[in-house]
Structures are given as C-alpha cells and as structure tokens.
C-alpha cells in the first residue's frame, strides 16, 4: 500500500505570506492527487485534484503542483480563512490513502 | 447543486453494530461513487470503502473488509454504511463524499456530507 508522508506536520505562518506544503508518496501515484482543507468541525473541502487542477469556487491563491511521488500545494498569500488543517490524497489505485496532515498556523 | 445530508449523532455499545445513512441531492445519484471517510478524534482521514449505486458492489479498504457493509438504495438516493463488531477505537465522525468522476471507484471528493458522530461506549 503506497504510504503518503506530508511535511511540516505544522506550519507557522504570518498573513499575507507565503505557505508552502509538502506530499510525498512512497511510489509513483503520477498525477492522482488531491488536496483538502479542513476546518474544526467541518468537513473536508476539495482544494485541487489532478496535482493542479483548483476544484471550483477555489481562489487562485491556491496551487498545486508535482507529479509521481513529490507534490506541492502553495498558498501565495494567506488569509486568515486559510488557517486550518491541509492533506493530501492520492487516488492512483485502491485504497485511495491520505496523508497524515499539515496543520497552518498564525505565526 | 448536489447535498449529502447524514443521519444523526449514535452512541453505541461495544460489540454492537450501527449503520449511518447518507442521502443525496441536487444531482445525478446512481453513476457517482459515494464513499466513506473516517476521522478518530484528533486524527487524520481515513478512507473505509465506497459504490458505485448503479453497479451495486462496494470496495472496501482491506482494514474494514467484512465489518462494514456499504449499501445503496436507489429509489432514496441514500447509500448507506454499516458497521458491526463495535469497538472503542471505532468512535469517530463519519463522513459521506461523491467521487467528482462518474462510474469511477478512485478519485478526489468534491462533497461531502455533514459528518455523523459515533461514540463507542459501555
């Protein structure tokens, strides 16, 4: 089963700067990732699939990038909105696995 | 636009089962996955299995193979999962997702439902 590892676990960033979120699958999953955003207490919500395809209704700020096993999701500029719990998922084959979690923070 | 409205809070006790409904609307039902996604208090996401309504057989992660059961009623767009021989490590909040491709068993989830709250406990 490939094992998605995500880096920092926590992130500690000031608004308005740059957030850089790291992915990385323990084999080849090619473009079959996807990243969420969660909330406490809500759902998760769809941020990009394909690595870099934004899902709808998402702000530019928002990009994803990679393929095969390293991936990146940057946030340009962050709001305060943008303060949550981000994973990464990889959909290449069943089981579909997420990683274990970065948490962004208010530096 | 499409909604997954899930049934309410249980609270179960070891040993016992509990199913958890999660119904549609606002889109094409039958051709979309709905899977079922897992979260432990305090912990990650955790995908446990999904249908496709219209092909009627579930996937199942290997961890959940044979305690839970995935079902689908297409007369109310409500896909159900179930889950037997409770144990304590099983309170979480369940989640719903729709799989953003039809007729595919693997993809990102582009909505979700409202999550139901199971807690395990004598």
């Known amino acids: 089963e490939i094992v998605m590892t995500q880096s920092p676990a926590t992130l500690s960033v000031s608004p308005g700067e740059r957030a850089t979120l790291s992915c990385r699958a323990s084999?080849?999953?090619?473009?079959?990732l996807a990243w969420y955003q969660q909330k406490p207490g809500q759902a998760p919500r769809l941020l990009i699939y394909?690595?870099?395809t934004r899902a709808t209704g998402i702000p530019a700020r928002f990009s994803g990038s990679g393929s095969g096993t390293e991936f990146t999701l940057t946030i340009s500029s962050l709001q305060s909105e943008d303060f949550a719990v981000y994973y990464c998922?990889?959909?290449?084959?069943?089981?579909?696995?997420f990683g274990q979690g970065t948490k962004v923070e208010i530096k | 636009q499409v909604q997954l409205v899930q049934s309410g809070a249980e609270v179960k006790k070891p040993g016992s089962s509990v199913k958890v409904s999660c119904k549609a609307s606002g889109g094409t039902f039958s051709t979309y996955s709905i899977s079922w996604v897992r979260q432990a208090p305090g912990q990650g996401l955790e995908w446990m299995g999904g249908?496709?309504?219209?092909?009627?057989?579930?996937n199942y992660a290997q961890k959940f193979q044979g305690r839970v059961t995935i079902t689908a009623d297409d007369s109310t767009n409500t896909v159900y999962m179930e889950m037997s021989s409770l144990r304590s490590e099983d309170a979480a909040v369940y989640y719903c997702?729709?799989?953003?491709?039809?007729?595919?068993?693997?993809?990102?989830?582009?909505?979700w439902g409202q999550g139901t709250l199971v807690t395990v406990s004598s």
């Open positions: 249908i496709i309504p219209v092909f009627g057989s579930a």
């Open positions: 998922q990889k959909y290449n084959n069943w089981p579909p696995t």
């Open positions: 084999q080849s999953v090619g473009s079959n």
């Open positions: 997702a729709r799989l953003i491709s039809p007729g595919i068993a693997v993809a990102a989830a582009d909505y």
């Open positions: 394909g690595a870099s």
